[in-house]
């Protein structure tokens, strides 16, 4: 055998000792990162550290609430397509729980697909701004379209939860009704057998 091939054949075992030492070294980390991750979990570190990202999360989501379209159709390409399709998917999401409980949503759900097609073309151009140059003029129109449809679509989301809230409305006034005779049964239940074990 050659020289070459002598080489090929320690590279080939040398790399599959060094896959097998690897996919040994993550299992067994797996394993005792599962075995010890309640103590992990109480650490103050790890507490300290999983409360920070919850809020910074909060932050984020207090952000997009208060935000008002415009300012969220301000920032990089990568953001403002992000909070467009967030905005798209909450209006769908509304909009689909509402039709799941029967409550009447109209032309809604086609309104949702009109939304979905235009954020679609509006996310390809915010692709492609994000490849032009530092120093580039950057488009208005296209922040303002977006501006326009994060608008539309927080206000289809609205329009859903209000009729979703019409729609149960009746069941929770019932089962407010039905818990308070309840309560009024067993209070009055209560005192029945208060009266009753009361010595004379």
């Given at each position: 055998?050659?020289?070459?091939?002598?080489?090929?054949?320690?590279?080939?075992l040398a790399?599959?000792?060094?896959?097998?030492?690897?996919?040994?070294?993550?299992?067994?980390?797996?394993?005792?990162?599962?075995?010890?991750?309640?103590?992990?979990?109480?650490?103050?570190?790890?507490?300290?550290?999983?409360?920070?990202?919850?809020?910074?999360?909060?932050?984020?989501?207090?952000?997009?609430?208060?935000?008002?379209?415009?300012?969220?159709?301000?920032?990089?390409?990568?953001?403002?397509?992000?909070?467009?399709?967030?905005?798209?998917?909450d209006a769908?999401?509304?909009?689909?729980?509402?039709?799941?409980?029967?409550?009447?949503?109209?032309?809604?759900?086609?309104?949702?697909?009109?939304?979905?097609?235009?954020?679609?073309?509006?996310?390809?151009?915010?692709?492609?701004?994000?490849?032009?140059?530092?120093?580039?003029?950057?488009?208005?129109?296209?922040?303002?379209?977006?501006?326009?449809?994060?608008?539309?679509?927080?206000?289809?989301?609205?329009?859903?939860?209000?009729?979703?809230?019409?729609?149960?409305?009746?069941?929770?006034?019932?089962?407010?009704?039905?818990?308070?005779?309840?309560?009024?049964?067993?209070?009055?239940?209560?005192?029945?057998?208060?009266?009753?074990?009361?010595?004379?």
């Amino acid at each position: 055998m050659t020289f070459v091939a002598h080489a090929l054949e320690f590279l080939v075992l040398a790399g599959l000792v060094v896959l097998g030492s690897l996919a040994a070294v993550f299992f067994v980390g797996r394993a005792y990162v599962r075995r010890h991750w309640r103590l992990v979990r109480g650490h103050v570190a790890t507490r300290g550290l999983l409360a920070s990202l919850a809020w910074l999360a909060a932050g984020r989501e207090r952000y997009g609430s208060r935000a008002t379209p415009e300012e969220l159709s301000q920032g990089s390409p990568s953001r403002v397509r992000r909070r467009l399709w967030v905005a798209v998917e909450d209006a769908e999401g509304a909009v689909a729980h509402a039709d799941a409980h029967d409550a009447p949503v109209a032309e809604l759900p086609a309104v949702c697909r009109s939304l979905r097609g235009v954020a679609g073309e509006l996310d390809a151009l915010l692709a492609l701004e994000r490849r032009l140059p530092r120093g580039a003029a950057r488009s208005d129109a296209v922040r303002s379209q977006v501006a326009e449809v994060i608008g539309a679509a927080r206000d289809v989301q609205a329009a859903a939860l209000r009729s979703g809230s019409d729609a149960t409305e009746p069941q929770v006034r019932s089962l407010v009704r039905n818990a308070r005779d309840e309560v009024d049964i067993v209070a009055a239940a209560l005192s029945r057998l208060r009266s009753v074990a009361q010595p004379r």
